[in-house]
């Protein structure tokens, strides 16, 4: 699947914090006991997810800065993320700077780098956004927790992982789309777009 130029008014318009904060009230739901249960991710555990979220929020984090590093080059498919004891505090700190550092105009201009992939920076600010709320439903249905991420997150996820012309169906980074009805909510046809089945559940995998 090829990623979608994002159709943002202004740069700068797309507000991280609801996205964030969803996926943040998330986190305290998740026991211990939890951590090794599926999820729609089909290579993940429940741990993967936060520690994976970990190298995320970093990476784009320090993308919207165009501060280039390890954090920005590393391939986040080389290995599975493995969880570090500090996750429960470290992940909601990141996703504060997270939501910080995109309210920077500059973030959304010129280009940047996030997983060693050179992007335009609103690119890069679309897919960061796509990645919490994606991973947000991920982690809510693994863990039997409610999840309504805001319509703004959900239209923008909605446009990134529209297929085009030239990859109208492939398995692409997101996986192979999974078809929801066009009158289903949005967020069962964004996560549809991004190759999980809306109905997943631990109990049906």
Not at 44 to 67: I, N, Q, S, W
Not at 129 to 146: C, S
Not at 186 to 199: F, H, I, K, T
Request: glycine content about 8%.
């Amino acid at each position: 699947m090829t990623l979608n130029d994002p159709k943002l008014d202004t740069p700068g318009t797309l507000d991280f914090e609801p996205a964030a904060r969803q996926l943040a009230r998330l986190l305290d739901g998740v026991t211990d006991d939890q951590l090794a249960a599926p999820t729609p991710c089909e290579k993940y555990a429940v741990h993967h997810l936060p520690a994976h979220l970990v190298g995320l929020t970093a990476a784009f984090r320090d993308a919207a800065k165009k501060e280039l590093g390890p954090t920005t080059d590393t391939d986040p498919g080389s290995a599975l993320p493995v969880l570090e004891d500090d996750w429960r505090t470290r992940l909601p700190k990141q996703l504060d700077e997270l939501i910080v550092a995109w309210r920077s105009p500059d973030a959304w201009q010129g280009m940047t780098r996030a997983g060693g992939v050179t992007l335009p920076g609103a690119v890069a600010g679309q897919v960061a956004l796509n990645e919490i709320v994606v991973h947000g439903w991920d982690l809510a249905r693994a863990t039997g927790q409610p999840y309504a991420p805001d319509a703004a997150s959900l239209r923008s996820s909605y446009e990134l992982l529209e297929p085009t012309d030239d990859s109208p169906g492939d398995d692409g980074i997101f996986g192979t789309p999974v078809d929801a009805p066009e009158d289903a909510p949005l967020l069962d046809r964004v996560v549809g777009r991004a190759g999980r089945s809306p109905s997943w559940t631990p109990a049906n995998k």
